[in-house]
């Protein structure tokens, strides 16, 4: 799957200072072994795409039976730390280590 190369019919690049760019996201284990790479714009959010890279996991058991689609635990950077991640990471009954943005820090804290 391609992020936006599906969508538009197109490669999946981007505008950025240095002219043409890509981004891969992907998801590893905890050995660092990848579990889905997805090629993407360099100029979209890491947030936006998690959802799609968490789908694409596919781990083949061993034997017969449907491959391991869901994470029990995810450890991500603060790119991800957004409520929409969080929630989505719940509703796959995954739990998520994802340190706060000091920004959203701040603005909680003073409240």
């Not at 017969?64 to 409520?83: A, E, I, Q, T, V």
Request: proline share 6%; charged share 30%.
């Amino acid at each position: 799957m391609v992020l936006d190369a599906q969508a538009s019919g197109k490669e999946a690049l981007g505008y950025s200072r240095g002219g043409l760019t890509s981004k891969i996201s992907v998801c590893c284990d905890s050995k660092g072994r990848p579990l889905s790479l997805l090629p993407g714009k360099s100029t979209r959010n890491d947030s936006t795409v998690m959802e799609m890279s968490v789908d694409a996991i596919r781990v083949p058991r061993r034997g017969r039976g449907r491959p391991k689609k869901r994470p029990r635990s995810m450890n991500l950077d603060k790119g991800y730390s957004y409520p929409k991640c969080r929630k989505a990471l719940r509703k796959r009954g995954s739990s998520a280590n994802i340190p706060e943005r000091a920004a959203f820090v701040r603005a909680t804290s003073h409240c």
